[in-house]
């Protein structure tokens, strides 16, 4: 396991890339039916006749697949990821299966907390890409990072 990283040592233009995930046919379908269980998602036959053209993974999976691959990257070492909230969560365009997603964060500010002063918050832009290079899921998080202890 990798040390932790404090507040004072995250960098504003911090960026890092995840290695890709590959999602297959049955991890979609199989996620759909479970939390999202719409005929996109889940009925080839239907979904061929729909707006998509085929099977598409609904974006909650999307999300749940980027949120692993940023968390397995481990932008700030062994610290836990600890979110505070996420604002303008976009899936521009859908995934599909045999879809390749890497994941990226990108550190756009770090902040120290007012009233916990212990604690910072750091404003992550997480985007998802396919193997094509396109962007299928957008967000930013504020996530909660300790500050380094004192002796």
Known sequence: MTEPRYLEEIVVGEKRISEPFELTEADSVGFALRYDPQPMHVDRESSERGPFHG??????????????????????GSTPLLGLGVDELRWPIPVRPGDRITGESEVISVTASKSKPQFGIVRVHITGRNQNNEVVLSMFSSLWIAKRPTA
């Open 55 to 76: 099977l598409i993974a609904s974006g909650w999976q999307t999300t749940a697949i980027v949120m692993s691959l940023i968390v397995g990257m481990q932008p700030f």
